[in-house]
């Protein structure tokens, strides 16, 4: 190729990333005005997880000892992690029901990259799950968890899992494209997030859980983004069992190591279900 050439393929190049960039956005914008018109999704996104902290700190929390911290700052971390991985499954249902509308078929109409669809939804679904962070974090607080490590290392843990949450989102996309009705993507995605979240340890250490659960439960990304947000939060401590596995020893590398194999894996496979799905 000449150098023409290549000076040529330059700005469409940049002028497609620049369009791919301005689109997001705004599909961004549009998912994020859907929230606020529609006041009762964000309301039982934050009433469910608020629902899991005051049960298991009230009603679990004193059957549940920990050497050296308490139950309910235990818990919180764990909590976090399930109120994003569940905000997450928002990207399926959202595209399941635009599918199911015609909302995917307007867009396929208009002069924007398709990618930006699948990029907006997934960014308005980080957006909502910023809300959902705060208010746990602000229940939290009222039953008694304290964050005990830095102001950056809770910055860093905050950012562990909104990242977390956003490469969850891409994985709910591909669920909710296979499948071809809101409905069935209900049970679907709660095939695929409740062993996710429970066999894990959100809610109790993986010591206690039998050999083969512990071992599934070690290596859950769950388990390692809620363990980096315990560290960060300051709410372990050395009287408790010392990990024997990589993820739980260096849960923050593998956290991340977690958000890029999953973006790797499932955002090409989000975009060519997209294009199929959009073709029948």
């Not at 399930?82 to 208009?110: C, H, N, Y």
């Not at 909710?176 to 996710?196: H, K, Q």
Request: glycine residues 4%; aromatic residues 10%; proline residues 5%.
């Amino acid at each position: 190729m000449t150098a023409t050439g290549l000076t040529a393929e330059k700005p469409a190049l940049t002028a497609r990333l620049a369009m791919v960039f301005t689109d997001s956005v705004t599909v961004t914008k549009r998912n994020v005005i859907k929230i606020r018109r529609v006041p009762d999704v964000l309301i039982f996104s934050t009433l469910s997880p608020i629902m899991f902290v005051l049960l298991f700190a009230y009603v679990f929390g004193s059957a549940i000892e920990l050497q050296g911290t308490s139950y309910r700052e235990f818990l919180i971390a764990g909590i976090f992690a399930q109120t994003v991985v569940f905000g997450a499954t928002f990207t399926g249902l959202s595209l399941a029901e635009d599918m199911q509308k015609g909302i995917i078929d307007r867009f396929r109409s208009l002069p924007m990259a398709p990618s930006a669809v699948l990029i907006g939804r997934t960014l308005a679904d980080v957006c909502l799950n910023v809300v959902s962070l705060i208010v746990m974090s602000l229940t939290g607080l009222a039953v008694g968890w304290r964050i005990r490590g830095s102001f950056l290392d809770a910055v860093f843990a905050y950012v562990l899992l909104l990242l977390f949450a956003h490469a969850i989102s891409w994985i709910m996309a591909v669920v909710g494209l296979l499948v071809r009705a809101p409905e069935v993507y209900n049970n679907a995605s709660f095939m695929v997030i409740f062993p996710l979240t429970f066999i894990a340890n959100t809610f109790v250490p993986t010591a206690t859980l039998p050999t083969v659960l512990r071992v599934i439960a070690e290596w859950n990304p769950v388990s390692a983004v809620t363990q980096a947000s315990r560290n960060l939060f300051g709410n372990t401590s050395p009287l408790g069992p010392s990990a024997d596995v990589w993820p739980m020893r260096h849960p923050e590398v593998a956290t991340l190591m977690w958000v890029v194999v999953i973006l790797v894996i499932f955002v090409p496979l989000a975009l060519k279900q997209y294009k199929r799905s959009v073709s029948r």
